[in-house]
């Protein structure tokens, strides 16, 4: 695998590896509810981005739209997403977490939350000094990703934005 970025401070490829065995690590945990990785996805992006229509879900979730539209489906019999009138168009229809949805959301992330910390305990306090410096660089790099693609459907504000309270940038 080739590196096509040219910092000698910053191996790109190690980061990805790192980035991707983490990501393995934390996306996995056992879901109380039985659902697939999928459903989960669908219930993770509303619950970040907030209501969206099912075109703007159907791009953020990289699917059909038919395969979204039955997740969508299946999610609204479980109770944990329905959809409701979008007041800028009333034509359109957005779909939004219910309280059952977003409280499977909250259990799944305080058990990330629980896990992280529980391997960060065992981290060198240097470690985790390193860890918590890099925070507003990787929000940053995040926002930076967000922003370059197309956006679908606004975005709420989110735990990426109190790390990267930065003067507006020239575009």
Known sequence: MTDNYTD???NVGDLTTI???FTTIFIRLPSVEKLSFTTLSVLHTLSR????RLTALTATEQMSQP???QIVRRLEQDGLVERRADPGDA???LIQLTPR???I???????RVRQLNSLLDRLSKEERKAIAAAV???AHAIELGRKAELPLHPRPSSTVEQYTERPQEKE
């Open 8 to 10: 000698p401070d910053l």
């Open 19 to 21: 980035i991707e065995e």
């Open 49 to 52: 981005k907030g209501p969206m």
């Open 67 to 69: 395969a979204i539209t």
């Open 91 to 93: 034509r359109a229809v």
């Open 101 to 103: 949805g977003a409280q």
């Open 105 to 111: 959301i909250d259990v799944r992330r305080d058990a």
């Open 136 to 138: 507003p660089a990787l």
